[in-house]
């Protein structure tokens, strides 16, 4: 609940302003073509705003999801995986394998599952966008420069992943040939016990709904509470307006980490160290 609750925190902020950004760029004249037809304010809502800031939505989910679930100082400190690594997530148990076991084949085995995890929901974001283009216009040119564009796109993301090919490969690498002083890029015996071994020894599918669960309850709530901030700052008037944002904004340049010594005291104070309900 508190590893959540951070979560919560530090993403709240991020959500608010890609929601804003989305609330900004509608135009009035929408609002006003609506008033004039007669729609109240929740049809206005579900048919003008909500359709209109999809895509902020969308993207503030992914990029939630996908930082939650690789998030790892904030729920080391906290329950470094106890009581018995019931609390463990996938980053947590990798961390054990490579750090505290020495296994880093094992350990490399983990991390290629949390990659392909995590490219199943950019892979699906990806496809829904192309969709909704091929939906918006049938100008074929303008379809076509947006499929060389997301071509182009993955040209740069497959250089950028040369670490995680490293990664793959040493998951495909026996213990002495990871430590051998003549070592090679890729495997002299590709050995995929590995990856058995990791899903036998362990209780993996644990480990990655812990992981889902933080993902998933950091991003729903940090979405229902972010979503309110940013339609009351774009539609609303008050006083201290452009503080408040500048405050929110550095908010953001503080890293969670600043956050583990208060949150471990609190945590401490009501029992709730290397527990579920910590979890």
């Not at 900004?24 to 304010?41: K, L």
């Not at 496809?127 to 796109?153: G, N, P």
């Not at 950091?218 to 008050?238: D, H, N, W």
């Amino acid at each position: 609940a508190w590893e959540i609750a951070c979560g919560i925190f530090v993403t709240i902020p991020f959500v608010t302003f890609t929601v804003l950004s989305g609330l900004q760029s509608i135009d009035n004249s929408y609002y006003e073509a609506a008033t004039v037809d007669g729609a109240n304010y929740w049809q206005k809502l579900f048919k003008i705003t909500l359709p209109l800031v999809k895509s902020s939505l969308t993207v503030s989910t992914v990029l939630n999801i996908i930082y939650v679930f690789n998030s790892f100082p904030i729920i080391w400190t906290i329950t470094k995986g106890d009581p018995a690594s019931r609390t463990d997530t996938l980053v947590t148990y990798l961390y054990k394998l490579a750090f505290y076991k020495g296994k880093s084949g094992e350990a490399a085995a983990v991390s290629v599952i949390g990659f392909l995890i995590l490219c199943i929901c950019a892979s699906v974001y990806m496809v829904l966008s192309l969709r909704r283009l091929m939906k918006k216009t049938r100008d074929t040119k303008s379809i076509l420069l947006r499929v060389l564009l997301y071509l182009f796109v993955i040209l740069v993301v497959l250089v950028t992943l040369y670490p995680y090919f490293v990664m793959f490969t040493t998951a495909a690498k026996s213990r002495a040939e990871i430590y051998s002083t003549d070592g090679t890029l890729l495997p002299i015996h590709w050995l995929w016990q590995n990856f058995k071994d990791i899903w036998t020894l362990a209780p993996l599918s644990r480990y990655f709904i812990n992981s889902l669960i933080v993902a998933g309850g950091s991003t729903l709530i940090a979405i229902v509470c972010g979503i309110p901030a940013a339609y009351a700052l774009a539609r609303m008037k008050f006083k201290g307006k452009k503080i408040f944002l500048g405050i929110v904004i550095i908010s953001q340049m503080f890293a969670p980490v600043v956050l583990l010594v208060g949150i471990y005291k609190i945590m401490s104070t009501f029992g709730m160290t290397d527990s579920l309900v910590g979890l």
